[in-house]
């Protein structure tokens, strides 16, 4: 019989070695002692309290909700290291804001809670940015949400409004502990299971588990944030975030603005005053009284340059007024084809438009 070439021979005896260990029992390989690291388990503190109201640890099912959402947290390396990395970025604007409203300073961890501190981040039911609202609870609390704009996307804008909303939850449900499970499940849904369970304290309400969960989860954060290095977290004061350096302009435009040209002539990026401003939410400053931010020192700038780039737009804008129309608050393409005698399909041609959607303050071409 023709002797199998060397690599054949090899690939078999490997074969047989592993078809044996497969058949030996386990015993035939001890294991090492200290094979895999140890973990000691953090224990809670003793005590805890969430603005400045104690939580009831000596009620098993408190303490070990607590103790659940702590050990998750706690175990999350690399989030928490995000966290206290961000935190130094906007925690200084919440801390301040909530001393000037004389409100718990523990309120700025629901930010953290809700979003991980990440300004873009959306939720699956349509909540957005840092304090994660909704469109409809955003507006109701002072936050401009239309097509140009949508503030819960700025840190400031929407600090201004969940401070505002939780004042209000409180004076409502009495306790900030109320307030927050309010901030979850929504003032409508607290106040029905308080009526039906004809309960006021939140530690006796049963709550949907989610919103139970979001307390408990806002208690470990507290806790982490606060004492870091008990838990193993140990950053420099190098790789802490710091505040961004901006200068705060309020805008008074009456056409749009395309952002690429106040760039321009600011000396600065498109990109840099995006993402100043993560909420305008297109190309165009759009018309209007609103506030935006520009890197530091050009407040004085910011503001000669509006008024050259609005002077020199509205010019344009006038000598184009026979082939140009600006889109106005309530129109559509049906409306401005009817005013201005042009088919909706050439308004479309004209305008590179496949849709319907026309936006307030968009130049349309209404001629060739």
């Avoid at 005896?13 to 044996?20: G, K, T």
């Avoid at 990395?85 to 700025?108: I, Q, T």
């Avoid at 435009?253 to 297109?282: C, M, R, Y």
């Amino acid at each position: 019989m023709r002797a199998l070439p060397l690599f054949s021979r090899v690939t078999v005896s490997l074969m047989a070695l592993i078809s044996m260990m497969v058949l030996l029992p386990s015993f035939a390989f001890p294991a090492q002692e200290n094979a895999y690291p140890v973990f000691d388990n953090f224990p809670l503190p003793e005590s805890v309290s969430l603005c400045g109201e104690p939580m009831p640890l000596e009620n098993r099912r408190v303490r070990e909700m607590l103790d659940r959402e702590f050990t998750i947290a706690v175990w999350d390396r690399a989030q928490v290291f995000m966290w206290l990395k961000r935190a130094g970025r906007y925690f200084p604007h919440s801390e301040k804001k909530l001393a000037e409203a004389g409100m718990p300073d523990d309120l700025k961890y629901l930010a953290v809670a809700e979003s991980s501190l990440l300004t873009h981040i959306r939720s699956s039911q349509g909540a957005i940015g840092p304090w994660q609202f909704m469109a409809r609870t955003a507006q109701g609390n002072g936050l401009r949400k239309d097509r140009m704009i949508d503030e819960r996307l700025s840190f400031e804008h929407s600090t201004e409004a969940a401070l505002k909303y939780l004042k209000r939850l409180k004076d409502m449900f009495g306790t900030w502990t109320l307030a927050l499970a309010g901030y979850n499940c929504g003032k409508t849904r607290l106040k029905k299971e308080i009526e039906k369970q004809k309960v006021t304290g939140y530690y006796r309400l049963n709550l949907p588990l989610e919103t139970e969960r979001f307390i408990f989860r806002i208690a470990a954060i507290k806790i982490i944030m606060e004492n870091p290095k008990t838990y193993g977290y140990r950053l420099t004061h190098e790789q802490v975030y710091r505040p961004i350096e901006c200068d705060t302009v309020p805008v008074k435009i009456p056409v749009q603005l395309h952002i690429k040209d106040v760039a321009s002539a600011l000396g600065t990026d498109f990109k840099v005053l995006k993402e100043f401003n993560p909420q305008i939410l297109n190309c165009y400053l759009p018309a209007g009284h609103y506030t935006i931010k520009v890197p530091s020192g050009l407040a004085s700038r910011m503001t000669t340059v509006l008024k050259q780039l609005t002077r020199t737009a509205s010019r344009r804008m006038k000598k184009a007024s026979d082939r140009y129309y600006v889109v106005q608050p309530g129109d559509t393409l049906s409306h401005i084809a009817r005013r201005k005698g042009v088919p909706v399909v050439t308004l479309k041609r004209l305008n590179g438009i496949r849709g319907s959607l026309i936006m307030v303050g968009q130049m349309l071409r209404v001629s060739p």
